[in-house]
């Protein structure tokens, strides 16, 4: 399966299968279209009545250029079969039931009252609760008893706001340093916070433990302040900037990233992007908004449109400021086409419902955060386990060839699928497609390709 685009003068050809990327000339980029469905004297007309005006076109070069096709193709990098498709349900199955990471919900609350939160203003749909030690502790013993002979754990701290139970956390962490080394484990933790209540104690803590932060900023101050707003309605841009730059300054500017959320408000998302790479961060997000259709802020068939050239427009001036010395990274433009991602996680997605679950504050277990508050989607709980094992296993099933929507996509190894919750909350199942989702993450892809490609030629030409 071969995927063709044009995209800031590059032309560029993806073999799925292979990984393999080829940036080529007009001619080859033809040739290549028409290869697989006619002969090569078929082949050398339709080109040369097409560039047999050009002086550098001739029937010969053509002729060497389909030869140089019909070589890349018997060296698995051009048409290259799909060899992953009896392997999709059988990889999630060899991890057995081991667990790599959980999702801590400390608060079932926050602080503020952002209007397009799906957590439901942190309280899940239900009660506002924080969690007790006692139960962040057991989750971490969880954790232990089924991560196998995995050595590396992930415990992301969320909510609501985590940080309106700060000192639960800090003791959740002192326990588990306490206890890693005699189950020969080593635990990475994760903050995300909307920024409010970082103080000084905050940033030691979390810059000497936490291995990666994660703040919530939208973007300019307008674009933030119109929805990320407390109680009292009053916008939180001014509060939470100068300690979000406190916090990046004692990091070292690394190990964080800003993570905004873009709605119909401002499709145009780009400028918030750069707004804050020119305030002095680097390791940004812009995340689609995910909320019901009807909702004022959902982006609209225009908006898609318009974030689609958006993702152009970034990756261009990315591109621009990295010449200048200004380099930024944008987290969904991160990709390693020579050592990406195993073909497991290629297959398999994220993980969620299997090797990664989420906990609230009572214990109970969820496939992911973005499930919580979803009765249905209830796996069990930190003391007895996973007791809904069919609801596990329809989670394993979930890979890139379980949709019939996904089996020509050429993005399909890159999303894995897709995300089941978003999935789930656009056609309510985790199998379905969320078809905006699904376009603005194979633009994202076509970018990130494309940046790939330019930053070789650069590097060529140096």
Same mark, same amino acid.
């Given at each position: 399966?071969?995927?063709?685009?044009?995209?800031?003068?590059?032309?560029?050809?993806?073999?799925?299968?292979?990984?393999?990327?080829?940036?080529?000339?007009?001619?080859?980029?033809?040739?290549?279209?028409?290869?697989?469905?006619?002969?090569?004297?078929?082949?050398?007309?339709?080109?040369?009545?097409?560039?047999?005006?050009?002086?550098?076109?001739?029937?010969?070069?053509?002729? +060497?250029?389909?030869?140089?096709?019909?070589?890349? @193709? %018997?060296? $698995? =990098?051009? *048409?290259?079969?799909?060899?992953?498709?009896?392997?999709?349900?059988?990889?999630?199955?060899?991890?057995?039931?081991?667990?790599?990471?959980?999702?801590?919900?400390?608060?079932?609350?926050?602080?503020?009252?952002?209007?397009?939160?799906?957590?439901?203003?942190?309280?899940?749909?239900?009660?506002?609760?924080?969690?007790?030690?006692?139960?962040?502790?057991?989750?971490?013993?969880?954790?232990?008893?089924?991560?196998?002979?995995?050595?590396?754990?992930?415990?992301?701290?969320?909510?609501?706001?985590?940080?309106?139970?700060?000192?639960?956390?800090?003791? +959740?962490?002192?326990?588990?340093?306490?206890?890693? @080394? %005699?189950? $020969? =484990?080593? *635990?990475?933790?994760?903050?995300?916070?909307?920024?409010?209540?970082?103080?000084?104690?905050?940033?030691?803590?979390?810059?000497?433990?936490?291995?990666?932060?994660?703040?919530?900023?939208?973007?300019?101050?307008?674009?933030?302040?119109?929805?990320?707003?407390?109680?009292?309605?009053?916008?939180?841009?001014?509060?939470?900037?100068?300690?979000?730059?406190?916090?990046?300054?004692?990091?070292?500017?690394?190990?964080?990233?800003?993570?905004?959320?873009?709605?119909?408000?401002?499709?145009?998302?780009?400028?918030?992007?750069?707004?804050?790479?020119?305030?002095?961060?680097?390791?940004?997000?812009?995340?689609?908004?995910?909320?019901?259709?009807?909702?004022?802020?959902?982006?609209?068939?225009?908006?898609?449109?318009?974030?689609?050239?958006?993702?152009?427009?970034?990756?261009?001036?990315?591109?621009?400021?990295?010449?200048?010395?200004?380099?930024?990274?944008?987290?969904?433009?991160?990709?390693?086409?020579?050592?990406?991602?195993?073909?497991?996680?290629?297959?398999?997605?994220?993980?969620?419902?299997?090797?990664?679950?989420?906990?609230?504050?009572?214990?109970?277990?969820?496939?992911?955060?973005?499930?919580?508050?979803?009765?249905?989607?209830?796996?069990?709980?930190?003391?007895?386990?996973?007791?809904?094992?069919?609801?596990?296993?329809?989670?394993?099933?979930?890979?890139?060839?379980?949709?019939?929507?996904?089996?020509?996509?050429?993005?399909?190894?890159?999303?894995?699928?897709?995300?089941?919750?978003?999935?789930?909350?656009?056609?309510?199942?985790?199998?379905?497609?969320?078809?905006?989702?699904?376009?603005?993450?194979?633009?994202?892809?076509?970018?990130?390709?494309?940046?790939?490609?330019?930053?070789?030629?650069?590097?060529?030409?140096?």
């Amino acid at each position: 399966m071969l995927h063709q685009y044009k995209l800031n003068g590059y032309n560029i050809v993806l073999d799925t299968c292979s990984g393999a990327v080829h940036s080529v000339d007009d001619v080859a980029y033809d040739i290549i279209a028409l290869f697989e469905d006619h002969t090569e004297e078929e082949i050398v007309r339709e080109i040369m009545a097409r560039y047999g005006a050009r002086e550098d076109v001739t029937e010969a070069d053509v002729r +060497l250029c389909i030869g140089d096709v019909r070589a890349l @193709k %018997a060296a $698995g =990098k051009l *048409f290259s079969p799909d060899t992953f498709a009896p392997m999709a349900g059988t990889l999630k199955a060899r991890s057995g039931d081991v667990v790599k990471a959980l999702c801590l919900h400390v608060a079932h609350t926050c602080n503020l009252n952002c209007a397009y939160c799906f957590a439901s203003q942190g309280k899940y749909h239900g009660e506002r609760a924080l969690m007790r030690f006692e139960t962040g502790k057991r989750a971490l013993d969880f954790l232990i008893e089924h991560s196998g002979t995995r050595h590396n754990l992930e415990v992301d701290f969320f909510g609501g706001e985590p940080l309106m139970n700060w000192d639960v956390v800090k003791q +959740l962490v002192q326990y588990a340093r306490s206890v890693e @080394k %005699a189950h $020969g =484990k080593h *635990f990475r933790f994760t903050l995300t916070t909307n920024g409010v209540l970082i103080d000084e104690d905050v940033i030691d803590f979390a810059n000497r433990e936490m291995s990666n932060v994660v703040l919530s900023l939208d973007g300019r101050k307008e674009i933030h302040d119109r929805l990320r707003v407390d109680y009292a309605g009053n916008g939180s841009y001014d509060r939470i900037v100068p300690k979000f730059k406190r916090l990046v300054a004692a990091r070292g500017g690394r190990n964080y990233y800003m993570r905004g959320t873009f709605t119909h408000a401002n499709p145009d998302f780009t400028r918030d992007v750069l707004h804050m790479a020119d305030m002095g961060f680097t390791e940004l997000s812009m995340e689609p908004v995910v909320c019901a259709g009807d909702d004022p802020a959902a982006l609209t068939k225009e908006d898609i449109a318009v974030v689609k050239r958006e993702y152009e427009v970034l990756a261009v001036e990315m591109l621009r400021r990295q010449k200048e010395g200004r380099p930024f990274t944008f987290y969904h433009y991160m990709l390693d086409l020579k050592e990406g991602p195993c073909i497991y996680k290629r297959l398999s997605g994220c993980g969620s419902g299997t090797e990664y679950m989420a906990v609230t504050p009572w214990g109970d277990l969820y496939p992911c955060h973005q499930f919580v508050g979803e009765e249905r989607y209830k796996l069990g709980d930190i003391w007895h386990g996973v007791t809904n094992t069919a609801l596990r296993e329809e989670f394993r099933a979930c890979n890139a060839y379980a949709r019939p929507e996904c089996a020509d996509c050429w993005a399909k190894l890159y999303c894995s699928g897709g995300c089941a919750a978003n999935a789930y909350h656009a056609t309510g199942s985790i199998r379905g497609v969320y078809e905006p989702g699904c376009e603005l993450f194979k633009k994202r892809i076509e970018c990130a390709i494309m940046m790939r490609v330019a930053e070789d030629a650069e590097k060529r030409n140096a």
